[in-house]
């Protein structure tokens, strides 16, 4: 066992090293006159729009960037699960309640696996989903106005990695536990893990009209590490598969003590079965704790509920709703395909790829053709379950997408490319290197019933010499592949921010028309919204000093305040006037602790100040609005506490 261990180390070692030396000499042909054909392919001429929308996840930014494809061109980055000054998120009051949890505030995450929301297996353009892996949580993001609805945390689960998947009519959302943990939390000794921890699948429901966020059911599962997973899709709707990692329970130098099965399994779950069970009563409520945040579009603030129950279903208890499928060395992504009938499992310690049959498990379950059990778990047989396997040729394979061809593409992380293969015959069509070490890959819909199999993104955790060096950091690279012919043709690079785990992609023509243009002042339900100028007004309760602020171009009402002392609460409730698309205003005010605001047409946004110091203070507007922005200023007066100067403020004339 202990040679295994060191040349699998050894194997590694040798493949790093190949990677970071072994493809620096490619360029890509940048300099032949195939490039002034591929700059053709990408470029977007100046006022053109861009065929695709990328959603790439932004890693430990925590947040989602938006992109165009094929231009590569950067349009927004959506706050999720971090705070970010450049729109207030987090630091508003009204969206602070967003990054609520069990431990308190929690301004930040890592956020890996972006998913669209899809009616009858294909993209339908309404929500984006998208994981926390750190303090477990998932995020609905709507996409008209590109802002974070909802937040739900997970208890039980930690490193929230295999999510956040959606099933083929958005049923659920789904989040698998990467570490298992003792459930319900206890201080015990590590050591103990092995058969003491268990890994969470949580299944949360989403309303189909609002897109409600519910916590449905979470099966515990043995204590095994679920790293990816994917949902069934039409002949496999209804089921979802897991990857898992660590069968052997190892708590400690888990690089060598989590490889030792030749074996791990991918655990396919019939959630349809146990979603059926729970409805009937089924599963054992158990007390916890896990935080629910809605944001309201109408109110412009989010509420944060403590929920205090959860059900739990013991996979034992319900026969024929999960099965374990051995895989190959680790298996890392699991990937289903568009008919529904082949996942495919990619061990990550491996050259191979493993591709299950779904018509064979069912056959196997069928026939009761079981290897033994795990935990009560019945096993399949490699060979029952076995549709084929891709003799890659590659190391490290990682995740596979799927073009509208019948065509499979899968990266490999230690090789440094992209293999293109052939579902059905597992011939290998085609491989591109990738510059340089790529993890996920992304064809718009290729998580779908239907991708549309233009463009994949190679998604890259190395950039070293792609672009002009910015100190020892770089940006993350992604790489744009023309899919359209027979071979792959690597067309574009461009950086990218934070590190996009995974990344969804859609058709501009899907999502641009439904894009929101202004929030409708006449719909504003702020409970401090001012929906004229003349409703402007500053009110004192106690310590805390309430501004009812209204903002058009290019003024604050009101403008000048005085009357506010040392010690105060100052809350600044901001009412952005415009009904124009694309006018926001922003506020900051001087020593303020917490960020500037970027209030969008019709939105009301606040923003809290506690004067420290004596002395007149003025705020302005961040947002170049119009000629008159610079004027887009005022003025607050701060006194002593103790004294008597009366509150007043300019309307303006
Ligand atoms: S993965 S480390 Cu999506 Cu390959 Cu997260
Ligand atoms: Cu409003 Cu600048």
């Given at each position: 066992?202990?040679?295994?261990?060191?040349?699998?180390?050894?194997?590694m070692v040798?493949?790093?090293?190949?990677t970071s030396?072994g493809n620096?000499n490619?360029n890509g042909?940048?300099?032949?006159a195939?490039?002034?054909?591929?700059?053709?392919?990408v470029?977007?001429a100046?006022?053109?729009?861009?065929?695709?929308?990328?959603?790439?996840?932004?890693?430990?930014?925590?947040?989602?960037?938006?992109?165009g494809?094929?231009?590569g061109?950067?349009?927004?980055?959506i706050p999720?699960?971090?705070?970010f000054p450049t729109?207030?998120?987090g630091y508003s009051e009204?969206?602070?309640?967003?990054l609520?949890t069990s431990?308190?505030f929690?301004p930040w995450?890592?956020a890996?696996?972006?998913d669209?929301s899809?009616?009858?297996g294909?993209l339908d353009?309404?929500?984006i989903?998208?994981?926390g892996?750190?303090?477990p949580?998932?995020?609905?993001v709507s996409?008209?106005?590109?802002e974070?609805?909802?937040i739900i945390?997970?208890p039980?689960?930690a490193?929230?990695?295999?999510?956040?998947?959606?099933?083929?009519?958005t049923e659920?959302?789904?989040a698998?536990t990467r570490f298992?943990v003792p459930?319900?939390?206890?201080?015990?000794?590590i050591n103990?893990?092995?058969?003491?921890?268990?890994g969470?699948?949580s299944?949360i429901?989403i309303?189909?009209?609002?897109g409600r966020?519910?916590l449905?059911?979470q099966m515990?599962?043995?204590?095994f590490n679920y790293d990816?997973?994917?949902?069934g899709?039409g002949?496999?709707?209804?089921?979802?598969?897991?990857?898992?990692?660590n069968?052997e329970?190892?708590n400690?130098l888990?690089?060598?003590?989590?490889?030792?099965?030749?074996?791990?399994f991918i655990?396919a779950?019939?959630?349809k079965?146990?979603a059926?069970?729970?409805?009937?009563?089924?599963g054992?409520k158990m007390?916890t704790?896990?935080?629910?945040n809605v944001?309201d579009?109408?109110?412009?603030?989010?509420t944060s509920t403590?929920?205090?129950e959860?059900?739990?279903?013991?996979?034992?208890?319900?026969?024929g709703a999960v099965?374990?499928?051995p895989?190959p060395?680790s298996?890392?992504?699991?990937?289903?395909d568009?008919?529904?009938?082949?996942?495919?499992?990619?061990?990550?310690?491996?050259?191979d790829l493993?591709?299950?049959?779904?018509?064979?498990?069912i056959?196997?379950?069928e026939?009761k053709?079981?290897?033994?059990?795990?935990?009560?778990?019945?096993?399949?047989?490699?060979?029952d379950?076995l549709a084929?396997?891709v003799k890659?040729?590659?190391?490290?394979?990682?995740?596979?997408?799927?073009?509208d061809?019948?065509?499979?593409?899968?990266?490999f992380?230690?090789?440094s490319?992209?293999?293109?293969?052939?579902?059905?015959?597992w011939e290998?069509l085609d491989?591109?290197p990738?510059f340089y070490?790529?993890?996920?890959?992304m064809?718009?819909?290729?998580n779908s019933r239907?991708?549309f199999g233009?463009?994949?993104?190679?998604?890259?955790k190395i950039?070293?010499?792609?672009?002009?060096?910015t100190?020892?950091?770089?940006e993350h690279?992604?790489?744009l592949y023309?899919?359209s012919?027979d071979k792959?043709?690597l067309i574009?690079d461009f950086?990218t921010?934070g590190?996009?785990?995974y990344?969804a992609g859609?058709?501009?023509?899907?999502?641009a028309?439904?894009?929101k243009?202004?929030?409708?002042?006449?719909?504003?339900?702020h409970?401090f919204?001012?929906?004229?100028p003349?409703?402007a007004?500053?009110?004192?309760?106690?310590k805390e000093?309430?501004?009812?602020m209204s903002?058009?171009?290019s003024?604050f009402?009101?403008?000048?305040i005085?009357?506010i002392k040392v010690g105060?609460k100052?809350?600044f409730h901001?009412?952005?006037?415009?009904?124009?698309?694309?006018?926001p205003?922003g506020?900051?005010?001087i020593?303020?602790?917490?960020s500037?605001?970027?209030i969008?047409p019709?939105q009301t946004k606040?923003s809290?100040?506690e004067?420290?110091k004596?002395g007149v203070w003025p705020f302005?507007?961040?947002?170049f609005?119009?000629?008159?922005?610079q004027e887009?200023?005022g003025?607050v007066?701060?006194?002593?506490a103790?004294s008597d100067v009366?509150?007043?403020?300019?309307?303006?004339e």
């Open positions: 066992m202990k040679k295994y261990n060191y040349f699998i180390s050894a194997l040798s493949a790093l090293l190949l030396c620096q490619g042909g940048s300099n032949s195939l490039a002034s054909n591929n700059a053709e392919k470029y977007v100046p006022g053109e729009q861009d065929e695709f929308y990328a959603f790439m996840s932004g890693g430990y930014s925590g947040n989602i960037t938006v992109y494809l094929p231009s061109r950067l349009f927004k980055e999720v699960f971090s705070q729109s207030g998120y009204e969206t602070k309640p967003m609520n431990f308190g929690v995450d890592d890996h696996h972006p669209i899809q009616t009858n294909e353009g309404r929500w989903f998208i994981n892996n750190n303090t949580r998932i995020a609905r996409l008209s106005t590109f974070t609805e909802e945390e997970l039980n689960s490193g929230n990695h295999s999510s956040s998947f959606i099933t083929e009519n659920y959302v789904v698998g298992s459930v319900p939390q206890r201080d015990m000794p103990e893990y092995k058969g003491n921890f268990k969470a699948l299944f429901s309303a189909p009209d609002t966020l519910n449905d059911f515990m599962m043995p204590g990816l997973s994917h949902p899709r002949k496999s709707h209804g089921w979802f598969f897991f990857t898992t990692y069968t329970e190892a400690s888990m690089e060598v003590n989590s490889s030792q099965n030749d074996k791990d655990a779950v019939n959630w079965m146990i059926e069970y729970v409805k009937n009563g089924g054992t007390a704790e896990y935080a629910h944001y579009e109408h109110t412009h603030s989010a403590m929920k205090k959860v059900i739990t279903v013991d996979p034992t208890k319900v026969p099965f374990f499928l895989t060395k298996p890392h992504g699991c990937d289903v568009p008919s529904g009938q082949y996942i495919i499992g990619n061990g990550k310690l491996s050259a493993t591709i299950h049959s779904f018509d064979k498990m056959a196997a379950i026939g053709k079981f290897d033994g059990e795990a935990y009560g778990i019945p096993i399949l047989k490699f060979e379950v084929g396997t890659s040729g590659g190391l490290g394979p990682l995740h596979t997408e799927f073009d061809k019948g065509n499979a593409y899968t990266t992380f230690i090789s490319e992209v293999v293109k293969w052939k579902l059905g015959t290998v491989r591109q990738t070490s790529v993890g996920h890959l064809i718009p819909g290729g239907k991708p233009k463009y994949v993104v190679a998604m890259n950039t070293k010499d792609r672009y002009l060096p100190g020892p950091e770089m690279s992604a790489q023309d899919i012919g792959m043709e574009y950086p921010h590190e996009p785990h990344a859609i058709p501009a023509e899907l999502l028309p439904k894009s243009k202004i929030y409708r002042l006449d719909d504003n339900k409970p919204a001012v929906t004229s003349d409703q007004k500053v009110v004192r309760e106690g000093v309430h501004v009812y903002t058009i171009r003024h009402t009101p403008d000048n005085e009357g105060d100052v809350y901001i009412t952005n006037h415009e009904q124009d698309f694309d006018v205003h506020f900051a005010m020593g303020q602790n917490t500037e605001l970027l969008m019709g606040t809290l100040w004067p420290k004596v302005y507007c961040t947002d609005c119009s000629a008159l922005h887009m200023q003025y007066r701060v006194s002593p103790d009366p509150l007043t403020y300019t309307l303006g």
